[in-house]
């Protein structure tokens, strides 16, 4: 799957830079949930369960809007659906601020489905975008790279509205977060402007147009986006994928905050870290020294064995095992994603657009976490990571291989 520009210059600095910029507003709107959670358990008095909600409402927006978003990103490209996706964000945000008024968890839900629909167009358009900016087997190095810039900003979000609020989690107002909210929505408008004047190239996948079908055989005689079962296999795995990766990253300060550790806010970063470690590891080594492939197989055992640490050691230290979890997601989105979309031809944009769809698990699993706490206890609720791991493993192993 190589990339076809307009301009034909195979230059991918600058067009790496601004979806690098993207990956990093992703990062920033999800990690702003870490935030939300432990606050609205507190402020609106209601359960484990019904604060992760916010979680489900903003991952459910996937399931509804990942095919749309795909025939808008056919309509308009690339550049502009990155464009309307920040302005869908900066919507979303300035909903959290009547919410937080109104004190209603109906609002807060309204504005982070919202949020989560930006979120889904911007995802369908600059996750296939960094596939096809350049052979398939470096993709899952590209997206290493986007998965640093991603993480790393994923705990900026609740450390940025810690320092503007300027107190800690447990005493925060529901209406603090008004001053926060109005600097993020300018931001992101900014954001939105850059976008839509930057000189982003258009991409193609090779077999993607009419006139190229025979460059990718294996597709060339489908009728169906059905008829790809490491496509399918793939949807379910990145489906599980999130939602366990949601559950990483999303969960550290409520959990920090069930065991009365100090300054729970801090604990945001032990899973980007972990992360991070594993996005440089594949940025170094994919494809020279380990095939994509490989690099899943390798860090779904790592994950597998930071998940059982996680429920079996004492719940002090449990929580730095969230690290490892981390780490042994940090490589299975690049890897899944480029593994999935191997060989689809013309089919690249609805095979796209079903990954996109299958983020959606980041609306359940999590939620069946936040509800698992409120019945066994944070630390045992985490079991719900190792099948879903485990079911990676065997993607890596042989799912990704199947052809028919």
Known sequence: MEMTVTDNKKSYFFPLVIVGTTFSA???????????????????NISSGQSYLVLAATFSAFLIFGYPASLVIGKIGYKRTMALSFLMFALGFYLYIPSAKMESLSLFLVASFISGMGNAFLQAAVNPYITILGPIESAAKRMSI????????????????????????????????????????????????????????????????????????????????????HLILGM????????????????????ANSLELPNPDLYAWIAPVGMVIGYLFGAIFIPKYISQAKALLVFSLIAIVGSLMVVLVP??????????????????????????????????????????????????????????????????????????????????????????
């Open 146 to 229: 986007m998965g640093i810039c991603n993480k790393l900003a994923w705990p900026i979000a609740p450390l940025f509205l810690s320092f503007v609020i300027s107190k800690d989690v447990t005493e925060v107002q529901l209406t603090d977060i008004n001053l926060p909210f109005m600097i993020i929505i300018g931001v992101f408008i900014l954001l939105g402007i850059l976008a839509l004047l930057s000189p982003l190239p258009e991409v193609k996948a090779v077999g993607e147009d009419e006139d190229s079908a025979e460059d990718c055989p294996y597709a060339a005689n489908k009728t169906s986006i059905w008829q790809f079962p």
């Open 26 to 44: 992703i990062g920033f709107a999800l990690g702003i949930n870490s935030y939300l959670i432990p606050l609205l358990n507190k402020a609106l």
């Open 315 to 404: 719940p002090a230290m449990s929580i730095y095992f969230i690290s490892f979890m981390a780490l042994g997601c940090s490589l299975m989105w690049p890897a899944i994603w480029p593994l999935a979309m191997a060989d689809l031809g013309k089919f690249t944009k609805a095979g796209s657009s079903l990954l996109v769809v299958a983020i959606v698990g980041g609306a359940l699993i999590p939620t069946i976490y936040g509800f698992l706490k409120d019945a066994v206890g944070a630390q045992d609720a985490y079991w719900i990571t190792v099948p879903g791991f485990l079911f990676i493993l065997y993607y890596a192993l042989l799912g990704h291989k199947i052809r028919k």
């Open 236 to 255: 379910i795995t990145l489906f599980i994928y999130v939602g366990v990766e949601t559950i990483s990253l999303g969960t550290l300060v409520d959990y």
